[in-house]
């Protein structure tokens, strides 16, 4: 286990950004599910680009693996093991199809169903009147 090894750093800061793989769009507002062992270590929600950023303590992270499980509006889910040892810069190429989650303004149910807390962010403005920005947790 990663914990035991001094000479990791505390944090890995993963960088991902979701497009379609069929038409190259651009997948906003994916929901993203990290998973070391049998964990949910962190979960996160890409931007209106795409692009999601988070730190992962290197503490939570078994065997140098983690497993994203990332679920795009309109997006058959996406589901993938990488190995881990430092910074993790990676393309989801999502897929439309049958899912639950069928547009982005479905991010809090979403979110609940998935036992997700929202996290807020006042700072930024994002265009949309009258509904909170998400950011990175």
């Known amino acids: ?12 800061t993963v960088t991902l950004i ?6 190259n769009d651009t997948v906003r507002f994916s929901i993203i599910e990290v998973f070391s062992g049998s964990n949910r270590i962190k979960t996160s929600v890409s931007d209106f680009d795409g692009i999601g950023v ?10 140098e693996n983690i ?3 990332v679920h ?3 997006c058959v889910i996406f589901e993938k093991k ?7 810069k990676i393309e989801i190429p999502l897929k439309y199809g049958k899912t639950e989650y069928v547009d982005f303004t479905e991010l809090h149910i979403m979110q609940s169903k998935l036992n997700i807390k ?7 403005e994002c265009g949309f009147e009258d509904q909170p920005v998400y950011r990175k947790n």
């Open 72 to 74: 795009g509006p309109k």
């Open 67 to 69: 497993r994203l499980k």
């Open 18 to 23: 979701t497009y379609e793989k069929t038409t």
């Open 54 to 63: 988070f730190k992962i303590k290197v503490k939570d992270i078994f065997d």
């Open 82 to 88: 990488y190995e881990i040892k430092d910074d993790l």
């Open 118 to 124: 929202p996290v807020f962010s006042e700072e930024l």
């Open 1 to 12: 286990m990663n914990a035991q090894r001094p000479d990791l750093k505390k944090d890995i």
